[in-house]
């Protein structure tokens, strides 16, 4: 047995350390709760200079897993992780990977599937990964993500299939625990042994196609050696466990269970579950009840006989399910319990609940009442454990809470718009006074951190609009903060979608408004259609927001950009600033945070040719609300339009919330940000620092923030530079693109 040392961290620390220790060659991914972790981790030793491990910050989920496909085929050693909807978001890369039989190990921190949104644990995400093609180890401690990790990477490499390593969000991923890890990385290296390519792709003296198109017999072929590997792991997987189990000191079974000797009542579940269930069943013995429990640490080959083993002595059975296979009486697990027991001839009396979802609490008194269940004769084979039903009357029947937000209430003539000669909209009005009487279409107040820029932009947006507005947001802080069920914040019609998605859903929602306007289904009148996006949301839904912008569809996005995936702990986004701290872009002796320029979606937007594109800042607040105006105005006229805000997150930038709006101002100074419009095609700067003598140089603006304060040192001058003659470039561009700095 090798020299092991103790750690105490969460499933996530414990992987990223396992991780480290093997010596993989690249990681895409991108950051999803409660997965995360383990990227952050990674990248902070990364700084540290204590992996090489190439990290890629795709901008999502399905583009991470592409960057790990394409990795493992060039024959890098390849480790990806995520979490729900973002496992969904890519599960059409994860048959590709199977199929062509190349091999990598993937995390999965299980978390509830939305919507509705919610990022507590349950098991309804990994379910959708059994018909995947990839072997699936389920580990319920966090010592086992530790050991799952090494032992996955030994069977990916041996059969040539992807694994997955699970477990449970929250429960599993950031609960610490003391376990044990080994002391020196080679000892890991060695276990693993060197990477083996018997068709290695970058040969270029014996060429190879991968992926082909195939017709019916070579597919069949193709789907049998997957099968054929999938029963190779099956037959593997006993000999890693049994060789790990003599370096470790810790051998694990497909199967796993506690006081199962000649149990005559057991409750079979997956995850974080059993370890809590322990506690039950032995206060159960005490009672004198033969009662036991068994999970499984192979859920993908499904270990059908050494669970029949497991369960053979039980007289009645309750199987747990964290996810249910909406349809079929069952999850999945009860579903293949089930047929397992039919296979094998199993008499043991079964019935199924489905529990924990949205990572509802687990006790041990519940395991007391699941086994009752069983042999209650009135309760049914299947159901649901937990629930606490709602009532229509104190919901629905209640009518709105806030007073609906009418066309009277909110056409208050602060802004007046009417094009001139040259098909221009011009604005008047529009100033802070003048359209201070427009009614909040957000309730005051609002749960964001102090000093959070986003209830600002919303409210400068909103005192610009007149008409009638629907708001879709994408998934974000803005929408975290203003819709904790059951209460919301907004007094319009409001709706949410994944951030990968949330223009085209709101196109599909406006052609079938303006269908029903011409149908006389809906009363004739403008509506403003606006989405609400952060910057995170314009990265992972950029491919949505330019296919809705090429349609010209009539609606407004609206982005709030401050600069980082802030919602789910700061990670870097594409527009974070070079050289900027964050959970993924540390600061050390080997890294000086985030490594390229930020993006200049507006350019982007523009290449689209929709009407109208502008920038704004609370800094300056009469500009803002008169491009919200005109931006409202083509939304309800022409088609798309933009609206770019830079947005403060004190948390995150590590700045003081009462200085915001003038760490917004320096941003704006610096030209980092600079207002301008982009209207029918011509480009017009709205504010020049440099004719007003308040240019201030990039570095006076990034002295302001914690997160880039580091760089204002010697040792980052380079990094300063660069980054000064990008602002520099990209300002001169709007400088003659604007044609001698005309301005409004």
């Known amino acids: 047995m090798e020299k092991q040392v103790t750690e105490y961290a969460g499933g996530n620390e414990i992987a990223a350390i396992a991780i480290k220790q093997i010596g993989y060659d690249l990681m895409g991914y991108y950051p999803i709760t409660p997965s995360t972790q383990i990227a952050e981790n990674l990248d902070d030793m990364r700084a540290k200079g204590e992996t090489d491990l190439i990290m890629i910050a795709a901008e999502g989920e399905h583009s991470a897993a592409g960057i790990c496909y394409g990795a493992a085929v060039g024959g890098g050693r390849v480790i990806n ?122 040969d270029l003296s014996n060429p190879i196609t991968v992926g082909s198109y195939m017709n019916e017999p070579d597919l069949m072929n193709n789907r049998y050696q997957l099968h054929l590997a999938m029963q190779q792991a099956d037959e593997v997987l006993p000999k890693l ?87 079929a009486g069952g999850g999945n697990l009860s579903l293949e319990v ?56 104190e919901t629905m029947d209640k009518g709105p809470f806030f007073a609906p937000m009418t066309a009277e209430r909110t056409n208050i003539g602060a802004t007046q718009l009417q094009r001139d000669t040259a098909g221009e909209v011009q604005v008047k009005g529009g100033s802070l006074n003048a359209t201070a009487a427009m009614p909040k279409r957000l309730a005051p107040g609002h749960g964001a951190c102090p000093g959070c820029g986003i209830p600002v932009n919303l ?55 303006y269908r029903k306007q011409k149908k006389g289904e809906l009363p004739q009148g403008d509506l403003i259609f606006i989405m609400v996006s952060g910057d995170g949301g314009m990265d992972i839904g950029m491919g949505s927001a330019l296919g809705t912008a090429l349609r010209g569809h009539r609606l407004l996005i609206f982005e709030y950009d401050n600069g980082g995936y802030m919602n789910t702990g700061y990670q870097l986004s594409y527009s974070t600033p070079k050289g900027a701290r964050s959970s993924t872009s540390h600061v050390g002796a080997k890294q000086y945070g985030k490594t390229f320029f930020h993006k200049d979606m507006p350019r982007i937007m523009a290449a689209t040719g929709i009407p109208y594109i502008a920038t704004a800042a609370e800094s300056n607040p009469t500009d803002f609300i008169k491009k919200a105006a005109k931006a409202a105005y ?111």
């Not at 994860?94 to 644990?121: D, E």
């Not at 199967?255 to 322990?278: D, I, N, P, R, W």
Request: hydrophobic share 40%; net charge neutral.
């Open 241 to 327: 466990f049994a060789e790990y189990g003599a370096l470790s000191g810790r051998e694990y079974g497909k199967v796993e269970g506690y006081q199962c000797k000649e149990a005559q009542e057991l409750l079979v579940l997956l995850g974080s579950s059993y370890e809590t269930a322990k506690e039950g069943v032995d206060s159960l013995r005490k009672n004198g009840r033969k009662a036991g429990i068994v999970t499984l640490n192979v859920l993908r080959p499904f270990p059908e006989k050494a669970l029949y083993d497991a369960c053979a002595s039980a007289a009645s059975m309750m199987v747990a399910d964290r996810q249910d296979s909406y349809g």
């Open 338 to 393: 089930r047929a397992m027991m039919q296979k094998f001839g199993g008499r043991a009396k079964l019935k199924s609940r489905v529990y924990g979802l949205g990572g509802k609490d687990f006790f041990a008194e519940d395991v007391e009442k699941l086994l009752d269940m069983v042999a209650d004769t009135k309760a049914p084979d299947f159901d649901y454990y937990g629930v606490t039903p709602g009532s229509v009357q």
């Open 459 to 513: 409210n400068l947006l909103s005192r610009a609009i007149e008409d009638p507005v629907v708001f879709l947001f994408q998934t974000g802080c803005g929408m975290i903060v203003t819709t904790p069920y059951p209460r919301t914040s907004f007094k319009v019609p409001y709706l949410h979608n994944l951030f990968q998605n949330g223009a085209a859903t709101l196109s599909g929602l406006a052609e079938i408004c």
């Open 81 to 202: 992780a995520t979490s729900a909807n973002g496992l969904l978001y890519a599960l059409e890369q994860f048959p590709v990977q199977s199929g062509t039989r190349y091999p990598m190990v993937m995390n999965v921190a299980c978390r509830t599937v939305s919507g509705p949104l919610s990022i507590k644990g349950d098991h309804s995400d990994i379910m959708y990964l059994l018909n995947a093609g990839w072997p699936i180890l389920f580990a319920h401690t966090v010592q086992q993500v530790y050991d799952f990790n090494i032992i996955a990477l030994r069977l990916a490499e041996q059969v040539r299939l992807p694994v997955v390593v699970a477990y449970d969000g929250f429960f599993t991923s950031h609960q610490k625990r003391r376990c044990l890890r080994f002391e020196k990385d080679e000892t890991v290296r060695q276990f693993i042994g060197p990477k083996k390519d018997p068709y290695p792709f970058l």
């Open 634 to 744: 083509y939304a309800k006229t022409e088609g798309t339009a933009y609206l770019k805000a830079l947005s403060a997150c004190p948390l995150n930038w590590n700045d003081n919330p009462s200085t915001e709006r003038k760490v917004i101002e320096a941003g704006v100074n610096c030209c980092y940000f600079p207002l301008y419009e982009i209207e029918q095609g011509k480009t017009r700067l709205s504010y020049e620092p440099d004719a007003a003598g308040r240019k201030i140089p990039v570095a006076e603006w990034l002295a302001m923030m914690g997160r880039t304060k580091h760089l204002c040192g010697d040792a980052y001058q380079e990094v300063v530079e660069s980054l000064q003659q990008e602002v520099d470039r990209r300002y001169q561009r709007l400088k003659n693109e604007a044609g001698l700095l005309k301005t409004v």
